[in-house]
Structure formats: C-alpha cells, structure tokens
C-alpha cells in the first residue's frame, strides 16, 4: 500500500523540521521524498493481501475482505455525518470535527463537504497529514505545540491552509508569534492572510486561549479571568498571530451520564464567564469563536448559552459503544457504522466449554477503559477476553456452534483505541466494498 506510506513520510519529515512546505510542494506533485523507507508490505508480504493493493478489493462482496478489518457501513456513515452537521447547524454553532478516530483525510473531507468549517487535531503532524495528505484548507491543532521545531512546522503548515493553535502560556505565545513573524516575512501568508495593516506583518497562525474547564489536561483554570485576560490582550496585540478567542474541552464529560451531563453544564458555565470577563475587559464581541465540546457531550453543550459556538465532536460518526450510549443519552442515537470483522479460529473447546476463537485481538480493537468488543452477529456469542491476536469468545446455552471460518461482526468499545492499529477502513454498501479509506500514520501513531 504505497499511498499512506507517502503521507507518512511526509509527515514524519514535516514535524521533524521547517522544511514542510517544500516537502508537501513535492507531494502535491507526486514526487516522492528524499530516501523514503522501502514500504514493509513490499519488503516482506506477510500475507497475499498484504502484498497488494487493498483497492483490489472494490466491489467484491465483504465477505470477501481479510479479517480481522474495520468496517464501515457508508449509509450509516453518511447519515451521521450529515446528522452532526446537521444539529450544529441547527443550533447556530460552527462544526469543526476531530479526526483523531478517524485518521483518514479522505474521511475529514466527508466533513467539509457536509458543511463542517474546518477540522480539529491534536498534534502538527496530524495537522500536516490533513492537509497535504487530504487537502483540508482549515485545521485548529486543538493542543499547545511547544518547541522550536514543532513551532516552525505549523507555522510553515499555515503558509498552506487556514491553522489555529490552542496556547495556554505567554512565553510559547511570544515564540509562535515570533515564528510567525520571520515566516511571514520569508514569503507571505498562507491561511486567511490577513495582513496587520499599518506595515505590520500579516497574521500567519490563529490562536485561541486554551481553558481548563475541569478536565484537569491543558490549559488556563477557567477560573483564573485575570490570566485568561492577559494571554488574551498579548494575542490580541502580538505580531504574525491572529486571536480568535477561547477553548475550553471537557473530555472528563464525554459518557453520557447524568454526572457528565451536569459537568457539561458547569463548563459552559465557566466559558460563559470567562468569556464575559474577556470581552468586559477587551471590547463587546471580541471573543469570536469559543471551541470545545466532543462527541459525547455536543449537544447538552450547545444547549447551555453562553458555551461553545463551535463543536469539535467527530468520532461519534462512527458510533462505537462509548459513542453510541453518550449519545443516546442525549437523545440523538446515531446509526451503526463502524464494526470489526473477524473470523473464527478454533473451535476446539466449543463441546467441552462452549468457548471458541476469533482472529481479532487486542490489536485490532484495544480494550481502553475495559471494554470489549460486542458480538452483534451472532446472539447468545459474548467476547470474554482478548488476548493479543485472539478474541476468546463464550457461546450462551443453546446457543448454536459456530463453525471454523465463520464471520463474527462485533461493534468496537471505543473507536480511537480500535482504529489506531488499522491501516484502513472498508467503506461498505448493498453487501459490497465501495469505498477504502486509507488511514493516515500520522493521525494516531507515534514517531
Ligand atoms: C481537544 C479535543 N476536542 C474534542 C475531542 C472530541 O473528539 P471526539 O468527538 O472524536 O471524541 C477530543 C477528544 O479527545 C479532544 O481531545
């Protein structure tokens, strides 16, 4: 599979220094980058699928697609994805989907061209995959970047497309925005490019104020108005640097439960509030975008006033188990999209113990938070265990045999820890592969 490794490798030379643009100049056309690694599929099939091009499986039955795989079935894909626009919409809000459970630029562009304004990631070489791997034009890095390299990565990143940034101290606010001035001033703007006027450098890179609204991860306490206020005024006044206005995510209130709901509320609350002493103090209307909010809390926090008016929530589209309860809580349950494929490995202990194997282990849906994934093929079959390459499989009394070879569909516990082994989604309709999504390494895997 050479596509994704190309992006890899860009990505991977992108954070390692300030040479992105002229790397991704060369990817745009289809140049390959100086002494890319040999791809390993190509080095040392380890499987005859391996070896080829997984798009030699289009329009084959999906029975016929090497397990254990990540599934997508592309009508309940589309309708939740069409749902979240649909809501943030409704709501008056922005959507500016994260795509860290997704890992596909061709899956953020789903997004885009459902209406999202742009997208959200965590890192600058996921934000470099995006956009040079899948020509987003409008990323927010929903994250601090520290260090000079990584600095000057998103800061050549956003000579390409619309960047913004989440910062929470004053020094790594002074050292973007003076990376964005001596960028601006190698060669002009990228993103909106508004120029500072007044012989000013143009603005290079978005930032916003990075909120702890009681996650306890990065960011300003939301309580601390007199900080929140002075990181405001110094974006508002810096060089190279263009102050959008707050963040405040609360991944703590993802579930669903009454006790996230109730926590979603007191976020909103405290983005309300720093947000009013914000704008008392730097001018009405000042705050132009407050972003946060995921999945499993989006539509409580758009409901709370005064929160956020743009929603990052992405993964839900997938509807894993973790997704799917949060968001029937909300009373807005998604279709099924997302399943892993397995198939049965051993049946040896089936009449002695009513147990069998199936080929997905661990390693293709990593049980975060303890949660294994759920058999939805076959009723009365239940995941006990997972073992690295194995699924331990309990069948209920009465339940009948399953056979070696046979097909289990199971719905993921959490899809961010399931999709970051995989290195693409089959995008099935009508019982046939039509689409594959390559995902980036970039987005989820580690240098
Ligand atoms: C900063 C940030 N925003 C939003 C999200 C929510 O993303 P999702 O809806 O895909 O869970 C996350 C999840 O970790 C996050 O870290």
Known sequence: MLLPTHVVVHAAGIVAGALI???????AAGVAAAAPSPPLAAAAPATPFDGCDARALLGLPTTSLPTPCLVLDLDGLEANIAAMAARCRAAGVAWRPHCKAIRSPALARLFVEAGAVGVTCAKVSQAAALVCGGGVADVLVANEVVGGDKIAALVALARRATVCVAVDDEQNLCELSA???????????GGDGGSGGDGAPPVLLDVVIDLDIGMGRCGVPAGDHATIIRLCALAQRLPGVGWRGLMGYDGHAQTGTAEALAETDRGAAALCAARCAVEAALGEGSVRVVTGA????????????????????????????????????QGAPNAAALTLVAQVVSVASQASAARAVADAGFKSGFPLFGGLPKV??????????????????????GTPHLALGERLVMVPFYSDATAVLHRRFFGVRGGRVERVFDMSASIGMLH
């Not at 643009?21 to 990817?27: D, E, H, I, L, Q």
């Not at 709370?304 to 809580?329: D, F, I, K, W």
């Open 21 to 27: 643009a002229a790397r991704c100049r060369r990817t």
């Open 179 to 189: 990376a964005a001035v001596a960028a601006a001033g190698s060669g002009g703007s």
């Open 294 to 329: 995921g999945s499993g809390n989006y539509i409580r926090a758009v409901a709370a006033r005064g929160g956020v008016n743009e929603v990052q929530g992405g993964g839900g589209v997938l509807n894993c188990q973790v997704y799917r309860s949060s968001l029937e809580a």
């Open 376 to 397: 939805i093929s076959h009723p009365g079959v239940t995941v006990t265990a997972l073992n690295a390459e194995h699924a331990i499989l309990q069948l209920a009394p």
